[in-house]
């Protein structure tokens, strides 16, 4: 399986109506590819685009113009003009998508959280409740916090889970912005081995990695915010 | 057609031609389409509806100077109302009348259908106070047309499940809705339900008719009647334990009737004539223990 | 995706006399897919949804629904019987009051067992049965099987209605307003049963509503609409995160956040 993900061309202006029509352009003809076994690291000073780069790479941001072309499993799509419902499929079983915030129902106990991403990419009920469990033990959560929701977590408590949710998934493209900015030492280190092992079995990464030994540590390429209005 | 029976004013049984023939279109209508509610232009007859107006008014659309009329109520031809419809015919029309079922061609009857099973050629017709069998659970009329029309008789169901819920059976014993011809859902009229299974392929005709709700629906000779029910609670009758004291019967439907004023009680036939035909014919009552 | 829709509104238009409540409306919903319709007050949602779901004649335009036979059926060139029969089968609608949806004179069994009566089902013992398995499903006691609903609070009223349209194993529900006059901790609870049957069950949905909040949470795909006009649609938090259209964007800057 060689997965890809491929932007070509993509321009992205916000324009904000309801405070006075104010125009910010973000992204400027931005090209950009990630091959499967590829960790890219977007580099460059906040508010450059870099989140909106990984938004956009999983449909939560609508580009004006450009491709947004994701190969996986022998299938290519254009993420920016496929249907709602080809999107939807491609979150599923194609593309995790490890935001900095965990939007969390309340009510919904931490292993829940994850073995709903294993069962939407098609396990069995059973094997998802299990790789959920293998997940929260390698990112180091506590058993007795796995019945629990996740909102009264502490914010890296939070962010494992969070990742958790998106690794239970052999996704073959993976978009992370800031994995470990809560992390302590050790559980860096987990995240790190987590991504690295994506890499090795073919997938595609695209991060945004703040923490200069992390990037160190995962990316096999950087590309700066500041070169990306450019073909590349 | 007027006899010269009757009294000077009055039209042969009492309502007019043009009516007659308003009904009569309702009847055929009615039986064209076994179990159906035809809705036709009541009238107002000399007695308040709830007392048996609808049932007057088809048995004067159908009756002629050559028929015999019976009129029971609640199986006697001797209550207040049956001797009242009774002598209502005689005058209004000049017709025999009679007590005997085996002798009449009209029954004109109220909350039973006679023992003696009737003969081709009878006609049966039914007091109707309401002809609608969804009215409870559903109030609106123009749904409940839409119900027949559609088939769409769950809700008749629903009734007779929370029977089962709040009882353990269906406890429904009077006016028990039954399905005509494989179509249509028919309220019997508030006949026992002992008495449903006799209008399964009844050789006789039988007509209803509700004055106030005007409506005519009709059960075509040997037509199929089937009581609803459920396959694990079908529909059965509950015979009584005891005899009819003065002809004992035991598959009749009884009455039970306080004899003193210490709440003695005998249970006897409600259809007297029956009974009174089973005591000519020597039955003895059996010796009371 | 070569899968066709379960439901097809083309030019859905609706007027009452002089006020134009909906205009040309377009909406497609897959199997599987729940989608939002959100607005304010006068938007012509409750409209929209009436027409689509068989209960209100539009003024103009075709709902085509694809039933489980495979055969598309034009809501509105369909008669009576074929529309009524659907609503009570393959289709079902959740009333935004459950008493609307609800035969308030009936047991809890009753009303969940009335659908499959309406279809034939003629054994006491398996339609109890099947009912109360589902008011389980729906997470009521089935102790209250008996119970009549006004002795149910609004929550629970919610949830019968939910059960009793469900048993039919519908494949398209609507939901009008499915939380709307339900206390904040009932509707949490609420919205978690419909996400879980949405996901179980593999239901369609469509579900008028003026709340973001359940939008995001229940659904996939999202229609905004004003003035009887959708003015922007597509993936639920595409058009949430990054609205584009002014009017969507007044919307989602509206909600106060907690």
Known sequence: MTASLRLVDVSKTFVLHNQDGAVLRVLDRLSLEVEGGECVALVGPSGAGKSTVLRIACGNYAPDWGRVLVAAGGRATDIACAPPRAVLALRRQAIGHVSQFLRVIPRVPAIEVVAEAARLAGSSPDDAHARAGEMLDILRIPRRLWSLSPTTFSGGEQQRVNIARTMVVPFPILLLDEPTASLDAENRAVVVDLIRDACRRGAAVLGIFHDADVRAAVATREVACATLSRAA | MTTATAPAGYNFAYLDEGTKRMIRRAILKAIAIPGYQVPFGSREMPLAYGWGTGGMQVTAAVIGASDRLKVIDQGADDTTNAVSIRRFFARTAGVATTERTAEATIIQTRHRIPERPLREGQVLVYQVPMPEPLRFIEPRESETRKMHALVEYGAMHVRLYEDIAAHGRITTAYGYPVLVNGRYVMSPSPIPKFDNPKMDMMPALQLFGAGREKRIYAVPPYTPVRSLDFDDHPFAIERSDQPCALCGSTDTYLDEVVVDDQGGRVFVCSDSDHCGERQEAGRAAPARA | ?258
């Open chain 3, 1 to 258: 995706m070569t899968e066709a829709p379960l439901l097809r509104v083309r030019g859905l238009s609706h007027a009452y006399g002089s006020r134009i409540a909906c205009s040309a409306v377009d909406v497609e919903v897959w199997p599987g897919e729940v989608l939002a319709i959100v607005g304010e007050s006068g938007s012509g949602k409750s409209t929209l949804l009436n027409c689509i779901s068989g209960r209100m004649r539009p003024g103009a335009g075709e709902v085509v629904y694809r039933a489980k036979d495979g055969r598309e059926v034009d809501l509105w060139q369909a008669s009576d019987a074929q529309r009524r029969l659907l609503a009570r089968t393959e289709l079902g609608m959740v009333h935004q009051n459950p008493r609307d949806g609800l035969r308030l004179g009936v047991s809890a069994g009753g009303n969940v067992g009335e659908r499959l009566m309406a279809v034939g089902a003629r054994n006491y013992g398996a339609i109890r049965a099947t009912a109360a398995e589902w008011l389980a499903r729906v997470e009521i006691d089935v102790g209250r099987i008996d119970d009549l609903p006004r002795t149910f609070s609004g929550g629970m009223q919610q949830r019968l209605q939910i059960a009793r349209v469900l048993v039919s194993r519908p494949r398209l529900v609507f939901l009008d307003e499915p939380t709307g006059g339900l206390d904040v901790s009932v509707q949490a609870r609420l919205l978690d049963l419909l996400r879980s049957l949405s996901r179980d069950l593999g239901l369609a949905a469509i579900i008028v509503t003026h709340d973001l909040a359940v939008a995001r949470l229940l659904a996939h795909r999202i229609c905004v609409m004003r003035g009887g006009e959708v003015v922007e649609d597509g993936l639920t938090d595409r058009v949430l995160d990054d609205p584009r259209h002014p009017y969507t964007q007044l919307l989602v800057s509206s909600v106060l956040p907690p």
